[in-house]
């Protein structure tokens, strides 16, 4: 199991496991307008990119993996492309409880780091057009749009594409 201490020593960033995805679905639903359903966050369990953050302070037993303390999520996965591997950022979710601490930078930094060591060179991701501080996130670490896709989510908004080049 992967861990690295976040800013915040009562958080720390781990692999995802099974029994993380309810309280994952959870902050998913609270986060999103069209949430992804439990199904597709099982399928992401071995993506080298599924990482949760999980609030320390807040566990009873300090051997035991506390599940309702996820307080964040990220998913992303790799795909080897002709020499050229490709990460992609697929969701990434803070509690709104949460949002405000730096988790959610935290989270795409580790994530970034975990698609680095597989070897990708370029990390794509999908945003929503109007989400205004998911895209400052991202800006801040570096991606930059590619291109619109209009009508992208099932409400009809658009979707921009952004890259990073890790290389």
């Known amino acids: 199991m992967t861990?690295?201490?976040?800013?915040?020593?009562?958080?720390?960033?781990r692999e995802a496991e099974a029994a993380d995805l309810l309280a994952?679905?959870?902050?998913?639903?609270?986060?999103?307008p069209q949430p992804w359903p439990y199904d597709a966050f099982e399928r992401?369990?071995?993506?080298?990119?599924?990482?949760v953050a999980v609030d320390e302070d807040e566990r009873d037993d300090e051997d035991a993996i506390d599940t309702q303390n996820v307080v964040g999520y990220v998913v992303a996965d790799?795909?080897?492309?002709?020499?050229?591997?490709?990460?992609?950022?697929?969701d990434l979710a803070v509690h709104p409880d949460r949002r405000g601490e730096g988790l959610g930078a935290t989270l795409l930094e580790a994530a970034l780091s975990k698609l680095a060591a597989?070897?990708?060179?370029?990390?794509?991701?999908?945003?929503?057009?109007?989400?205004?501080r998911a895209r400052s996130l991202y800006e801040a670490f570096g991606f930059e749009p590619l291109r619109r896709v209009p009508r992208y989510y099932d409400d009809g908004e658009d979707a921009?594409?952004?890259?990073?080049?890790?290389?």
């Not at 790799?78 to 697929?90: A, E, I, Q, S, Y």
């Not at 070897?119 to 057009?129: F, I, P």
């Not at 921009?160 to 290389?167: G, H, P, Y």
Request: overall charge positive; aromatic content about 6%; hydrophobic content about 40%.
């Open 118 to 132: 597989q070897s990708a060179r370029t990390v794509k991701l999908e945003v929503r057009e109007s989400n205004d």
């Open 3 to 13: 861990t690295a201490p976040d800013a915040r020593s009562d958080v720390r960033i």
């Open 24 to 32: 994952v679905v959870r902050i998913e639903r609270a986060s999103f």
């Open 44 to 51: 992401y369990l071995d993506a080298p990119g599924f990482l």
């Open 78 to 90: 790799f795909v080897p492309n002709h020499g050229r591997g490709l990460g992609h950022v697929k």
């Open 160 to 167: 921009l594409i952004l890259v990073r080049d890790l290389s």
